[in-house]
């Protein structure tokens, strides 16, 4: 388990003007109010942590930072930690009604806001799921399951990739005989899904974390809404 | 001293009986019908054929039995399908009016808590979409994956909170030619097993007296919007909810305990596609392991798509490590199915999942052979051209 490194200052070229902008952004989301009411310390969340137990990651310390408004110290969370969370909400039954996973969905989505480096390198390799959830209208697919994917999944991901178009076809419902999709989806589905993600700036985070990612989505998508009669898909 | 040692559970001496005028947190529901007046949103009420079950604090929750809008789970119908499958088999079963439909997206909160490449406007304009998708043809949404019901939870509880939210979705769904509704009650598929259950065990053909099994609650199920959860005094003395547990044990399955009931299966959302040592090591070191020293079951028992997924892959990496493993993974819907006579291939699609799931069908009484045989012969028929697709008449042959 590598030791987290949480000495003062250690991100010493982002100065602390722009580490209370982030954290002034953090506590300006909507949900802020419900997810942080101090912290006792007593140490509940971590008890109930599954990342707790193999990372050096700490909820209360991550409630604890925020509740002192340690800038320094948040920043240095953003930059690393909050990214060992498996955002399963075991630490919701602290006591005190935070949510320190709450918390972190709030730190981790300004952290891609705002392209800091350490959210690029949470994020790399998980481009092929942002591809499908965007484009495909599911986030996951069948042909996913590839041994080059999964080869800790042993020999049975062999199988499945090896038959799966047979295999998807002796499925009773008629709706799952799809490989690239996991099920079917009309395409007027797909494209209201795309005027969702353009209507609420979705586009411009991508943009902020993978931008080859993002040229492919923009070009796959804009051909697609064209066809679809739509060219015009500003929004306020 | 071991875990073993140490009674875990007490709760069938201590029943706990919740009182609903004293619950912690308000009736969102009376919240939603008071937005309803104003006219800030409408709700989609629960259609006339339902069943109450209590929730977490005492309150009853209305689960509807048919003309249900399957909300599918992507990671479900991609790479666990007998899964959904059972769900839909079940429903034909016993003759439901139900609605598989194809104007439906994931609720991509997937993708959400793995890399926050999302906001809460995108996430909730997403699943009001799905809703009114839903709406526009008269069903009721019925959600199969447990991440995705605890996500929309979040969504609903935060559209009536938030009124500047509901602007926004509002003017999002009004571009969309679409209504901003809401439904009454959000419901997961496996609380519909439960409503169930009885109707099941009335049909049982496969005797499961002898199988022993385990529990694994999915968090996103009872700890997001946890009021919102099915809880029985018979069941653990409510002190844990009842899903699951208490459609197995109808089933005359013994269901055995164990100490990290609580810990999450390990899924992780970003780890289990990009850091898997650790939803590896949590998965068999914290479930799979402490079930199979506390309880030696013969199944263990889940309810959504990341649970499942997780506990099943999980194992084959651990048996390299020599850790023990081997222990069968199963959605509620799949036993129930297996219970009322469903194929274990055709309709429960075992050969998805990896984990060596012949011991426990031959325990069963089942011919696992010639069970495989027969599915074998329907990929015969496709390869050969002589159909195109395996159907419900096939399956059931
Ligand atoms: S459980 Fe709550 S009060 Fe206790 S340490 Fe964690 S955040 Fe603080
Ligand atoms: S949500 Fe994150 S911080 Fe909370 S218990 Fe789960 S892994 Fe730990």
Redesign the pocket.
């Known amino acids: 388990m590598m030791a987290l490194d949480l000495s003062q200052n250690k991100h010493s070229d982002v100065s602390m003007d722009e580490k209370d902008r982030l954290f002034d952004e953090v506590k300006s989301d909507e949900r802020w109010e419900h997810v942080l009411y101090g912290c006792y310390e007593c140490g509940i ?2 008890a ?5 137990r193999f990372y050096d ?1 700490s ?1 209360r310390l ?1 409630a604890q930072a925020v509740a002192r408004e340690d800038t320094d110290l948040i920043y240095t969370l953003m930059s690393d930690s909050i990214w ?9 039954r602290c006591p005190r009604q935070n ?4 918390i ?1 969905t709030i730190m981790r989505e300004v952290a891609v806001k705002n392209g800091l480096g350490t959210a690029k390198e949470a994020l790399a390799g998980y481009g092929r799921i942002i591809y499908k959830i965007m484009l495909t209208g599911t986030q996951v697919s069948p042909d996913m399951l590839q041994p080059d994917a999964f080869p800790d999944w042993g020999t049975h991901v062999y199988e499945i990739a090896d038959n799966l178009d047979d295999w998807r076809r002796a499925l009773p419902p008629e709706t799952l005989h799809t490989t690239e999709t996991s099920w079917v989806i009309d395409d007027k589905t797909i494209i209201e899904l795309y005027l969702i993600w353009h209507m609420t700036g979705v586009m411009d985070l991508i943009a902020g974390v993978d931008e080859g990612l993002y040229d492919i989505i923009v070009d796959v998508m804009e051909e697609r809404l064209e066809e679809a009669g739509y060219d015009d898909v500003t929004f306020d | 001293m071991s875990f073993s040692d140490i009674p875990i559970l007490k709760a069938e001496d201590r029943k706990f009986k919740a009182d609903p005028t004293k619950a912690p947190k308000s009736d969102l529901r009376e919240e939603l019908f008071q937005l309803e007046k104003e006219g800030e949103l409408e709700v989609q009420r629960v259609p006339d054929n339902y069943m109450e079950l209590t929730t977490k604090y005492g309150r009853t929750k209305k689960i509807p039995l048919e003309k249900t809008w399957h909300h599918k789970s992507c990671g479900q119908c991609g790479h666990i399908p007998g899964y959904s499958a059972s769900i839909f088999w079940l429903n034909r079963q016993f003759g439901l009016d139900y609605h598989d439909p194809t104007d439906q997206t994931s609720c991509t909160a997937w993708n959400y808590y793995a890399s926050a490449t999302s906001n809460p406007e995108a996430q909730a304009a997403v699943a009001i979409r799905n809703f009114a998708a839903a709406d526009e043809v008269g069903y009721f949404p019925i959600i199969h994956c447990g991440t995705s019901f605890g996500h929309y939870k979040e969504v609903r509880h935060a559209l009536v909170h938030q009124p500047e939210l509901r602007r926004k979705v509002r003017k999002i769904m009004e571009k969309l030619g679409k209504k901003l509704i809401v439904p009454e009650e959000i419901v997961h598929y496996s609380e519909w097993v439960l409503a169930m259950k009885d109707k099941i065990a009335e049909r049982q053909t496969v005797d499961m007296s002898m199988i022993t099994a385990t529990v694994h609650p999915a ?1 996103h199920y009872h700890k997001l919007v946890e009021e919102d959860a099915i809880y029985d005094s018979e069941i653990y003395g409510a002190q844990r909810t009842a899903i699951i547990t208490g459609t197995l044990q109808k089933l005359g399955i013994n269901v055995g305990d164990y100490s990290t009931w609580y810990d ?1 299966c390990g899924f ?1 959302f970003r780890h289990i596609l990009v850091s898997r040592d650790f939803s590896r090591s949590f998965s068999v070191q914290r479930k799979i392991e402490v079930m199979i020293e506390e309880v030696n079951p013969d199944v263990t028992v889940t309810h959504d798509t990341g649970c499942v997924t997780t506990l099943d892959q999980s194992q084959f990496a651990g048996k390299a490590h020599g850790k023990k493993v081997g222990l069968p993974v199963m959605s509620d819907s799949q036993i129930a199915a297996l219970a009322m006579g469903a194929h274990p291939y055709k309709v429960l699609q075992l050969h998805w999942h990896n984990t060596d799931n012949k011991a426990f069908l031959q325990k069963l009484g089942f011919d696992t052979d010639k069970l495989w045989a027969e599915f074998q012969a329907e990929i015969k028929e496709i390869k050969d051209g002589k159909k195109q697709y395996m159907s419900w008449e096939d399956a059931d042959r």
Do not use: H, L
């Open positions: 969340c971590v109930a942590c599954p990342s707790a990651f909820p991550i060992d969370c498996s955002q399963c909400f075991s630490c919701d949510s320190p996973g709450q972190i | 968090c999450c992780g």
